[in-house]
């Protein structure tokens, strides 16, 4: 039996959407913000950084989380290599490279 789970992706991608803007959009109204909290510069960075932070603090529980569930979707991959062989694949693609650029 197989469960449709297309508004839970939809809202996850919503939840994505507005803390990529909000992330993106505090740079610009830093300034802003500095002066209407009367804030300091150390204090001002804080506020982008808790972004991150956050982020940092509520990813690894997640990746535990999800190691519960037997399915692994390749499509969750992303470009990823499949398999032994194709990971050796670009092992050697980038020993290729690495060895052409002199590093």
């Known amino acids: ?10 809202y996850i991608l919503f939840v994505w959407f507005v803390i990529s803007f909000v992330t993106n959009i505090i740079g610009p109204l830093m300034p802003i913000i500095i002066r209407d909290f009367s804030l300091s510069l150390a204090l001002a960075g804080v ?8 982020y940092g603090v509520v990813s690894i529980p997640a990746g535990i989380m999800v190691r519960r569930f037997a ?15 194709e990971w050796q694949r670009l092992e050697r693609a ?4 690495e060895r052409r650029n002199g590093a």
């Open 94 to 97: 980038l020993a290729s490279v």
């Open 1 to 10: 039996m197989t469960r449709n789970h297309g508004h839970i992706v939809l």
């Open 47 to 54: 506020l982008p950084f808790s972004f991150f932070m956050a």
């Open 71 to 85: 399915e692994h979707p390749a499509w969750l991959r992303f470009g990823l290599p499949g398999g032994e062989a």
